[in-house]
């Protein structure tokens, strides 16, 4: 199974700055990586398939890269509906798996 | 407008079965350009993919989970199903079902979820 990692774990910053999250995996997984944003007591919510295409009606400040086995998800310009928990997922090989989160915190 | 929503007993006992459902409205649930995910958080921890099953009845599985995890589809009634056996402490957590896209695979569309206590 493909492990995926998440560093930080948490972050903390304020509204404006620029903030990066990284996603390892355990092995390749070409590009076929996603990212979701979850608030409390909701479901996910897609950022990113693909490992850098912008879900329909997400802002641009997200953006994705990576491929391989290293991946990135960064907000341009933090704002205030921004701060929540952060996932990766790996969908190259099955079982698909989700990195620990990265909680998103306002400094 | 794709919707879904998930429903079933919020409490179960130790060894005994969780069945959950998921309701579809709005799109196709046959296509065969989508696969038909469940997802699961224990409480204030990490998502964790159970499996996910095509149109055609293929199936993946969380090798975790396997021996005790069956999902369906019921075209009939656009509903999605899951079953997981001898459930115990273990297996608390909110329940999310979702819908992956085959040429843009990523869970695009998510039920709200439904919380499943495991408890005597």
């Known amino acids: 199974d493909v492990q995926m990692t998440q560093s930080p774990s948490t972050l903390s910053a304020s509204v404006g700055d620029r903030v990066t999250i990284t996603c390892r995996a355990s092995q390749s997984i070409s590009s076929w990586l996603a990212w979701y944003q979850q608030k409390p007591g909701k479901a996910p919510k897609l950022l990113i398939y693909k490992s850098s295409s912008l879900e329909s009606g997400v802002p641009s400040r997200f953006s994705g890269s990576g491929s391989g086995r290293e991946f990135t998800l960064t907000i341009s310009s933090l704002q205030p509906d921004d701060f929540a928990t952060y996932y990766c997922q790996q969908y190259n090989s099955y079982p698909s798996s989700f990195g620990q989160g990265t909680k998103l915190e306002i400094k | 407008q794709v919707q879904l929503q998930e429903s079933g007993p919020g409490l179960v006992k130790p060894s005994q079965t969780l069945s959950l459902t998921c309701a579809v409205s709005?799109?196709?649930?046959?296509?065969?350009?989508?696969?038909w995910t469940w997802i699961r958080q224990p409480a204030g921890k990490g998502l964790e993919w159970i499996g996910r099953i095509h149109p055609s009845g293929s199936t993946n599985y969380n090798p975790s989970l396997e021996s005790r995890i069956t999902i369906s589809l019921e075209t009939s009634k656009n509903q999605l199903s899951l079953k997981l056996t001898s459930v115990t402490a273990a297996d608390t957590a909110v329940y999310y079902c979702?819908?992956?896209?085959?040429?843009?695979?990523?869970?695009?569309?998510w039920g709200q979820g439904t919380l499943v206590t495991v408890s005597s």
């Open positions: 709005g799109g196709s649930f046959t296509s065969g350009n989508y696969y």
């Open positions: 979702a819908r992956d896209e085959e040429w843009s695979p990523a869970a695009h569309y």
